[in-house]
Nanobody
Framework: QVQLVESGGGLVQPGGSLRLSCAVS????????MGWYRQAPGDERELVAL???????TIATSVKGRFTISRNNANNTAYLQMNSLKPEDTAVYYC??????????WGQGTQVTVSS
C-alpha cells in the first residue's frame, strides 16, 4: 500500500522558516511530478509548488522568492523550504505524487500556522 508521509509542519512566528518533507512509503514507479498544495479554512486547495523528475519547477506567485521545492529522486522524497513566512501562509499543506495515467497520490496534510 502506497502512502505519502508528510512532516515538518507546526507553529512559527511571522518571518520564520519551516521545512516540509514528503516521503513515499511503498513501491511505486517514480513520480513524474511531485508537488505541494495548501488549503486554508473556507478556501479551495491551491497549488504552491511542483517539481518534475528532471528538476523543472513551478512556483505560485504568492510564494515566489520565499519558498523552494526540491526532491530526491533516489527515494521519491520531496521538500518544501518555506522562508519569510507570513500569516496568510497559514493552511494545511498537502503533498502530491503523480505519474500520468498511472497514479495520483495525496498525503494526509500537515498544518502550518504562522502567528505571533
Amino acid at each position: 500500500q502506497v502512502q505519502l508521509v508528510e512532516s515538518g509542519g507546526g507553529l512559527v512566528q511571522p518571518g520564520g522558516s519551516l521545512r516540509l518533507s514528503c516521503a513515499v512509503s511503498g513501491s511505486i514507479l517514480s513520480p513524474n511530478v511531485m508537488g505541494w498544495y495548501r488549503q486554508a479554512p473556507g478556501d479551495e486547495r491551491e497549488l504552491v509548488a511542483l517539481i518534475t523528475g528532471g528538476g523543472r519547477r513551478t512556483i505560485a506567485t504568492s510564494v515566489k522568492g520565499r519558498f523552494t521545492i526540491s526532491r530526491n529522486n533516489a527515494n521519491n522524497t520531496a521538500y518544501l523550504q518555506m522562508n519569510s513566512l507570513k500569516p496568510e501562509d497559514t493552511a494545511v499543506y498537502y503533498c502530491n505524487a503523480n505519474r500520468q495515467d498511472v497514479y495520483d497520490y495525496w498525503g494526509q496534510g500537515t498544518q502550518v500556522t504562522v502567528s505571533s
